[in-house]
C-alpha cells in the first residue's frame, strides 16, 4: 500500500550526519561503524532505497535551523541569517536529489496529480515525491524571506520547534505568539501555506488557532492522553484541529509513546515500543473524530533518533508496510486504512491547493 510519511528529517540527515541517502540502510550503518559523535549512529531506519522498498512514495521533507538567542539554553545558530543559510542548503540538497532523479518537488496540484500516476505506472527506480516543508520559522528573517521560501517551493510551516522561538513558543517552554507570530500567520495565510501546529506550546497553540484561518495540519503529534507531555496534543487540541479539517500524522519516536521513557538509558524492547503504540494513537484520534478521516502517518524517523528510539519491531521505514494489516486485526476496514496510510493527507493538499 501506498504511504505518505508526513514527516521526515531528510536534508538534515544528509548534510549534518553526513548520510548519502541514495545508499541501502545497511550501507549507512556499515559506514558510521566505530562513530559516537552521535547517539544514533550505525543505527538509522531511513534511506530514499529503503523509503522505495516500502512504497513511501510521497512525504514532507523538511528544512530545520533553529536561532538562539543569549537567553535561549538550547543549542541553535547565534544568528538568523546563519539559521536561513542552513535551510539554504538543505534545499540545495534536495535540488541536488531531483537532479539525479531520486526525488521530485511536489507544490501544486498538476505536480502531485502527475506524481501519484506515475508512482502508480513506474517500476524499478523512481523518483520520492516530497513537500518542502519548514520545521520552526526561526530563519525566517523577515516576510520577505517567507516570500523567497513560498518561491522555491515551501508549502508547510511550522511556527515553533523546541524552546522559546522567534515567532512561537514550542515544545517544554511557556508563551504566546506576540506581534511577530501575528505576522507571520497573515503572511502565511495570504501566500496559502500549510500551518504545521506540531510543537507550539498550549499557549501558542490556542492563539494561533485563534487568529489563523488558514489551513491547519500537525505533520508528528501524538496523544497527550496516552502519554502525558506538553509535546503531545490534549484531546482539547485534537478536536480542535478535527473541526478544522486537519490531519495529524503519527510519529514514531519512542518517548512520546510509552510513558516513563528515558532518553539514553530506555530501549525499545524492555519497555514494550512497538508499532502496536502507533495503533494506539492513530485509534484515539479516529475515537474522537468518530471517522478515520483526520490522522496519517508522520513518523519523525532518524529525526536525531534511531533504532535506539524507535518501535522494536521496526528495522527501517521499510517496515510500515506492517501498519496496514496491524489496524485491519484492531477491525478498521480496507477503505479506512488506506485514508490513513495516505489518502487523508493527499485529499488534504488537493483540497487546499485547488
Not at 42 to 56: H, I, P, Q, W, Y
Not at 83 to 91: C, F, N, V
Not at 115 to 122: G, I, N, S, V
Amino acid at each position: 500500500m501506498l504511504i505518505f510519511d508526513a514527516h521526515l528529517d531528510l536534508a538534515m540527515n544528509a548534510l549534518e550526519w553526513n548520510r548519502d541517502l541514495r545508499l541501502p540502510v545497511s550501507e549507512i550503518r556499515e559506514l558510521e561503524k566505530g562513530m559516537t559523535d552521535k547517539p544514533d549512529r550505525e543505527k538509522n531506519t531511513v534511506s530514499l532505497d529503503a523509503m522505495r522498498k516500502g512504497n513511501v512514495g510521497l512525504c514532507v521533507a523538511t528544512q530545520i535551523a533553529r536561532f538562539s538567542d543569549r537567553n535561549n539554553p538550547l543549542p541553535g545558530w547565534n544568528s538568523q541569517q546563519q539559521a536561513w543559510a542552513q535551510t539554504q542548503g538543505q534545499l540545495a540538497w534536495y535540488r541536488a536529489m531531483e537532479k539525479e532523479g531520486e526525488m521530485v518537488q511536489i507544490s501544486n496540484l498538476p505536480s502531485l496529480n502527475t506524481h501519484l500516476e506515475q508512482w502508480q505506472k513506474t517500476k524499478g527506480h523512481k523518483p520520492i515525491g516530497y513537500i518542502l516543508s519548514l520545521e520552526g520559522a526561526d530563519s525566517i528573517v523577515d516576510m520577505d524571506y517567507l516570500e523567497q521560501a513560498h518561491a522555491s517551493g515551501l508549502r508547510a510551516i511550522g511556527p515553533a520547534h523546541y524552546g522559546p522561538g522567534v515567532y512561537a513558543h514550542g515544545t517544554d517552554s511557556v508563551g504566546g505568539i506576540g506581534i511577530k507570530g501575528k505576522t507571520l500567520l497573515k503572511k502565511i495565510e495570504e501566500l496559502n501555506l500549510i500551518l504545521d501546529a506540531t510543537h507550539l506550546c498550549d499557549e501558542s497553540f490556542w492563539e494561533t488557532m485563534k487568529y489563523h484561518n488558514g489551513p491547519v495540519w500537525a505533520s508528528h503529534s501524538n496523544c497527550r492522553e496516552l502519554v502525558e507531555h506538553n509535546r503531545q496534543f490534549s484531546d482539547d487540541q485534537i478536536k480542535e484541529l478535527i473541526q478544522r479539517k486537519a490531519v495529524i500524522g503519527i510519529p514514531l519516536d519512542a518517548w512520546m509513546m510509552v510513558p516513563n521513557w528515558v532518553r539514553g538509558k530506555s530501549d525499545p524492547k524492555s519497555m514494550g515500543v512497538a508499532l502496536e503504540q502507533m495503533i494506539d494513537n492513530i485509534d484515539h484520534i479516529c475515537q474522537l473524530a468518530g471517522n478515520a478521516d483526520h490522522v496519517g502517518i508522520g513518523t519523525d524517523l532518524d529525526g536525531a533518533f534511531g533504532k535506539e528510539q524507535s518501535p522494536a519491531d521496526l528495522d527501517t521505514i521499510a517496515d510500515l508496510q506492517q501498519v496496514p494489516g496491524l489496524l485491519s486485526q484492531r477491525g478498521y476496514n480496507t477503505g479506512a486504512i488506506e485514508n490513513i496510510m495516505n489518502q487523508n493527507f493527499i485529499r488534504f493538499l488537493q483540497r487546499v491547493w485547488a
